[in-house]
C-alpha cells in the first residue's frame, strides 16, 4: 500500500511512502534501535535500515539521531510521529471496512492481551464465561500482537517488590538513585514493562544496577521471592504473595508511580456479539470481585490494530 503526497519544495512532484516504512518507523522510535525493532517486527536488521533510509529519501529529512544516550527521533522525526501513526489508523480502519464486507463472522472470539492479564487474569474469566458458553471457541494471543483485538485492564500499575525479610534495609522511603544501585531483576525484554521501567531510570539520568534479565514475570517474581533482587511487577502479579507477606512493596519517595491507561478495546464499526458482550460482562464481574485487579474496568469503542 502506497501513501503519496507533494513535496514542500511545491514543485508538484509526488513521493510514495510505503506502509512498511511507516509502520518500521514507528517500531524503531518506539524500541529505541534498528535491532530491537527487527525482532518486533521479524524482519532482518538490514530490512530496518533499507526502510529508514528509503522514508527518510523520501521526506528529504533525517528522522533520527545517535547520541550517547541512543538513537532518538531527530526534529524531523518527531513530527512525523503523530502524523504516521494516523496514517497506521487510517490503514487499519480500511483493512476492517472491507473485512466487514464478508459475509458472516461466525469466527472464533479473538483476543489479544498483556501476558500478566492472560497468566493472572484471564482464566478466572475464561472458566467462569465456558460455564455460560461451553461450545463457543476462544483465540487468545499473549504479548505484542498486532493482528487482534488488544484487550487489557484499567490502570495496571508496577510495583518495586522485595522479599519481606531479605530486601534491602531501610527506614525510609529511598530516592531512587538509592533503588538504581540495588540488584534489580528485569523482564521481558522489548515490552512496555520493561521500557516504562528503563525509562523511569533514563528520565533521571541513571543507570540500573540489573543483576538478572529473564524472560518472564513468574520467572522474575520467583528470584524475588528467593531474595536474589527486586523487580517492577505488575500488580495482578503479586497481589496474592504482598497479601501474605512474602513480598513487601518499597514506595521510593522522588519517582512517579509507574503506570498507563489501558483499556477494553474492540473495534468500533462492528457490531459486539451477544458472546462477546457477556465476556466483556464476565470481565467487570471477575475485575469487581478480585482485590488485586485495579478497581474499574472501562470499555471503549477503538479501531482494531
Known amino acids: 500500500m502506497l501513501l503519496g503526497w507533494t513535496t ?47 522514508l527518510e529519501q523520501s521526506l528529504g529529512a ?24 494516523q496514517l497506521l489508523r487510517t490503514a487499519a480502519l480500511a483493512r476492517q471496512a472491507i473485512h466487514e464486507l464478508r459475509p458472516g463472522s461466525g469466527g472464533p472470539l479473538q483476543i489479544a492481551a498483556a501476558l500478566s492479564i492472560s ?3 484471564l482464566p478466572d474469566v475464561l472458566k467462569r464465561f465456558q460455564q455460560a458458553y461451553p461450545n463457543h471457541n476462544i483465540t487468545i494471543r499473549s504479548g505484542h500482537s498486532k493482528e487482534v483485538l488488544e484487550m487489557v485492564l484499567g490502570e495496571q500499575a508496577l510495583l518495586l517488590v522485595a522479599h519481606s525479610t531479605r530486601g534491602p534495609k531501610h527506614t525510609r522511603r529511598p530516592r531512587l538513585a538509592e533503588v538504581a544501585n540495588w540488584p534489580l531483576i528485569f523482564f521481558d525484554r522489548g515490552s512496555s514493562d520493561w521500557t516504562l ?12 544496577n540489573v543483576a538478572f534479565e529473564v524472560d518472564t514475570i513468574e520467572t522474575a517474581k520467583r528470584m524475588v521471592e528467593r531474595g ?16 501474605t ?48 485487579v485495579p478497581s474499574m474496568v472501562r470499555s471503549r469503542r477503538r479501531r482494531s490494530r
Not at 514507528?26 to 534498528?34: C, I
Not at 533525517?62 to 503523530?82: E, H, N, Q
Not at 521501567?197 to 540500573?208: K, M, N, Y
Not at 518499597?250 to 483499556?263: C, N, T, V, W, Y
Request: aromatic fraction near 6%; glycine fraction near 6%.
Open 8 to 54: 514542500p519544495a511545491g514543485f508538484g512532484c509526488i513521493e510514495t511512502v510505503e506502509i512498511d516504512q511507516i509502520e518500521t518507523f514507528l517500531a524503531v522510535a518506539t524500541f529505541g534501535g534498528f535491532h530491537r525493532a527487527a525482532e518486533a517486527l521479524s524482519v532482518s536488521q538490514p530490512a530496518v535500515s533499507a526502510r529508514i533510509k528509503a
Open 245 to 292: 507477606n512474602r513480598l513487601s512493596i518499597i514506595k521510593m519517595l522522588d519517582a512517579e508511580p509507574l503506570g498507563r491507561s489501558l483499556d477494553v478495546i474492540h473495534p468500533r464499526r462492528r457490531p459486539l456479539t451477544a458472546e462477546a458482550r457477556a465476556f466483556l460482562q464476565v470481565v467487570r464481574d471477575v475485575a469487581n470481585e478480585d482485590a488485586s
Open 228 to 243: 536474589l533482587g527486586l523487580a517492577f511487577l505488575p500488580q495482578l502479579a503479586v497481589g496474592r504473595e504482598i497479601r
Open 62 to 85: 533525517t528522522l533520527f539521531t545517535r547520541s550517547r544516550r541512543g538513537l532518538t527521533l531527530s526534529d524531523a522525526g518527531k513530527t512525523l510521529r503523530p502524523h504516521a501513526e
Open 119 to 121: 497468566v493472572y487474569f
Open 197 to 208: 521501567t528503563h525509562s523511569l531510570f533514563r528520565r533521571a539520568g541513571l543507570v540500573p
